[in-house]
Each structure stands twice: as C-alpha cells, then as structure tokens.
C-alpha cells in the first residue's frame, strides 16, 4: 500500500515538473550578513536564468542589509524578512514558498560552478525518479582543499549509514521540489543536512550521489560547523541512534580515536581495522583518482 502511494507522489510529480516554467527555485537565507550576501549577490547574477527564480529570507538584519537588498531588487523575486529560529527554519520558509521544478540552498559562503550544476540539472532532467541529488565538490579551508566525491559503485541512498559514513554537504544538494510531499522540509539541528538525508532514504525517497565539481565551499573559525561543533557531535550522535544501522553505530567512536589519542597504538590499530573492513578500503592503497564524469555513485 505504502509503495502504491510513493509511486502514485512521484508520477504526479513528474508531470507537474513538466507543466512547470519556473526551472530553479534559488532560496538564499541571510542574518546581519551584508558584505557577504553582496558578493553572494554578484555571484547569483551570474549563474540566474530568465525561467529562475530567487528567493531570499532575511532573518530581519540590522545591519546594511537592506540597502544590499535595494541595491539587488531586479535579482530578487521574493524576499521574507522576519525574525527566524535557525537557519533551517529560514529555508524551509524558502521551500513553502519556492515555485521551480529544483530547488538549491545557497549560501553566502560557497561558489557555484555554473558549468557544472548544468550538468546536474540534466542528469535530474534525465532521471526523474531521483527525488534528492547530492553533488559532490570541493571544501577549502587554511590553504587546504579536498573533494566531496565518491566512486562508482558506492550506490549512495541506498542504506541509511551512507550519510555518515560518506558525509551529506548541504551545499551539493538539488531537491526536487514535487518530492517534497514525500521528503518532508529540513529538519531543525546542528547536523540538519546528514538528518536530512538520512530521513529521506528512511522514508523511501530516491536519493543519489552525482560525480560533479558543483561547489567550492570555504570554510573558517566562522563557518557553522565550527562555531556549533559541540552542538554539531551531539546532534550527529543522535540522529545516528535514529537512523544508522546497529553494526555502523558500533564503529561510530573508532573513527574518532585517532584524532583524540593520536599516540595511542591501541587507537591506530582500531583506526587501521575501520578503514579495512568499515569502509572495506586496503591500508595503504592508492587513493582512486577523483573523476567528475557526471555519472551517478
């Protein structure tokens, strides 16, 4: 009965994503932020279509917003300023209201390579079944960058440990908006964007990993992981209870000892076995070489 529903959603769904003409719903959210919404502002002018549309939720700045937001009014289709509760609680004022077939979370401190979501919107174009995409990209921080990709076969979405055994940047995320009957809005949390995903394959929804470059997020003592990190272990602790399997909560603390006793010996070899027979990857291999073919993982 459950599966007759979800089929029922999502071939309702795909014919209102045709009928749609709205093509991206872009929801920027923003608080007493305003020299970085304007640069986030001048980078939205470039990648924002004619069949696009931006919404921005203001959590009610006191600050110079305003004035950025007068300055960007021919970019902005709605606008929301009002106290918020959280970040989380501002996007899902963003998704009530958004009206494209897709719809992107952007933030004031990540880059979008145009090129690439392109390309992802063409694989959601192609595969419309696929309710959550999650794009892979690129994380910087202290002059050091490293990639959010996976390799082919890892079959992303298909268990509920995959978002904390792979991680979900919530910058790399594409939701079709008519699943989110199915999905639900985001949830409220430190870790929202690993809940996130982790419900969603709870619920039945298809969710996939894309091999694209989509994203160059810059991360600082700033970013919200780090401002909220307790917070954010703690969080992750639960939702992990809520949604990983038995087997991968009971590796959940080996991952974290060789950080926290790192001349422990004790620590490396529980580190040594996670890598083998969690993430089933040889000690000392060669790491794969990192290809953004556009493919599904």
Not at 94 to 102: E, I, Q, T, V
Not at 105 to 122: G, M, P, Q
Not at 131 to 139: Q, Y
Not at 280 to 296: A, F, H, M, T, Y
């Amino acid at each position: 009965m459950n599966l007759i529903c979800a089929q029922k959603l999502r071939w309702s769904g795909q014919v209102e994503d045709r009928q749609n003409d709205i093509r991206i719903s872009f929801i920027l959210t923003t608080m007493n932020r305003a020299q970085d919404l304007k640069f986030a502002l001048n980078r939205v002018r470039e990648y924002k279509r004619s069949t696009d549309e931006l919404i921005i939720i203001d959590g009610d700045s006191t600050d110079a917003t305003p004035a950025v937001l007068e300055e960007f009014k021919d970019l902005v289709d709605i606008l929301v300023s009002e106290p918020d509760r959280s970040s989380s609680h501002a996007q899902n004022k963003g998704f009530l209201l958004a009206r494209g077939r897709y719809i992107r979370h952007v933030t004031d401190d990540d880059e979008l390579n145009i090129s690439e979501f392109e390309r992802a919107i063409d694989v959601l174009d192609s595969h419309p079944e696929i309710d959550l995409l999650v794009c892979g990209g690129t994380k910087m921080m202290n002059g050091q960058s490293w990639s959010v990709w996976l390799p082919p076969g890892t079959n992303y979405g298909k268990s509920t440990d995959d978002p904390f055994k792979y991680g979900a940047a919530g910058v790399g995320f594409i939701v079709r908006r008519s699943s989110l009957s199915l999905i639900g809005l985001h949830p409220v949390g430190a870790a929202a964007d690993g809940e996130y995903v982790a419900q969603a394959i709870a619920i039945g929804a298809n969710v996939r990993f894309c091999r694209v470059n989509l994203f160059l997020h810059s991360m600082n003592a700033d970013s919200h992981i780090f401002k909220h990190r307790k917070r954010h272990r703690r969080h992750m602790r639960e939702i992990e209870k809520r949604y990983a399997s038995f087997s991968y909560r009971n590796t959940y603390h080996w991952r974290n000892f060789k950080s926290m006793y790192s001349r422990s010996p004790f620590a490396l070899h529980l580190a040594r076995r996670y890598r083998r027979f969690v993430l089933r990857r040889p000690v000392g291999s060669v790491p794969l070489q990192k290809n953004w073919d556009g493919g599904l993982s």
